[in-house]
């Protein structure tokens, strides 16, 4: 039985619910079937993404826990709350996406006179500001300071974080054969005003190439598959999910 009973939604986006729930200090977070891109111009319902990115999410959360990385992440549901849905800390999210680039792909290469492929050292770290209606721009420092979203010092905790994050996926990543081009997270501020980081860490918001495939289409394991309707989306989540359960921290179980 669960140790908790839900309460009213609190935000439903592109990938998830947000449900509160009866402990003020617990909410609970349904991961849906829903594939979107390009700011939900392409949508489509995946049986099954929603739980894939669920258990891939807890996963990479464990292992970040391991790692002295603070997370929102509780645990997994469990009775009619099994499969898709986690437990977390109620968070206050930090409107600013943060990505970090390993390799050059995607949207990068479409910006700047960089071949896809290549690989950046150090790897480069972006921020966004999180607003559809705007289409999330790029963010300078300036802008950052104008639009008064972080102070000085929580800007460069949030990269020190980040940063620490990717060092910790690079590795488990490169254990399974797996190259984390690039990713990006989402940072909040717990009750304690501690930072943590929210939201997911799937196939969804990472570009995952399988070591073994070369540069064929074959090696792409993400949400490019949909985006570039190369079919076979959940069987490559799936893919990324039975590697992952082969080296990470068993998942708990929420109450």
């Known amino acids: 039985m669960t140790a908790y009973s839900l309460g009213k939604l609190l935000y439903e986006g592109k990938a998830k619910r947000v449900h509160a729930t009866d402990q003020p200090d617990l909410v609970a977070v349904e991961y849906k079937d829903d594939a979107t891109a390009f700011n939900a111009l392409k949508k489509a319902q995946l049986a099954g993404k929603g739980r894939l990115n669920c258990q891939i999410s807890a996963l990479l959360f464990e292992a970040l826990a391991q790692a002295g990385i603070p997370t929102h992440y509780l645990g997994l549901g469990q009775g009619n709350h099994a499969g898709n849905w ?7 999210v930090i409107p600013v996406e943060v990505v970090i680039r390993n390799v050059a792909a995607g949207s990068l290469c479409k910006q700047l006179p960089v071949e896809p492929g290549t690989p950046l050292d150090p790897p480069l770290l972006d921020l966004y500001y999180k607003d559809d209606a705007y289409g999330d721009p790029l963010l300078t420092d300036a802008r950052l300071q104008r639009l008064g ?29 797996l190259r984390l081009v690039d990713f990006k997270i989402e940072l ?10 929210a939201d997911e860490i799937s196939p ?20 490019d598959r949909f985006r570039q ?20 921290p068993e998942p708990r179980v929420y109450g």
């Open 204 to 223: 969804d918001t990472c570009r995952l190439w399988d070591g073994a495939a070369g540069d064929s289409q074959d090696r792409i394991l993400d949400k």
């Open 229 to 248: 309707d190369l079919g076979g989306v959940v069987e490559a989540y799936g893919e990324v999910l039975k590697r992952l359960q082969g080296v990470c």
């Open 149 to 177: 979203l972080v102070t000085p010092d929580q800007r460069r905790q949030l990269e020190q974080q980040a940063r620490a994050v990717n060092g910790v996926l690079v590795s488990l990543f490169d254990s399974v054969d």
């Open 86 to 92: 986690m437990l977390a800390r109620p968070v206050r």
């Open 188 to 197: 909040g501020l717990a009750a304690d005003q501690q930072m943590v980081v």
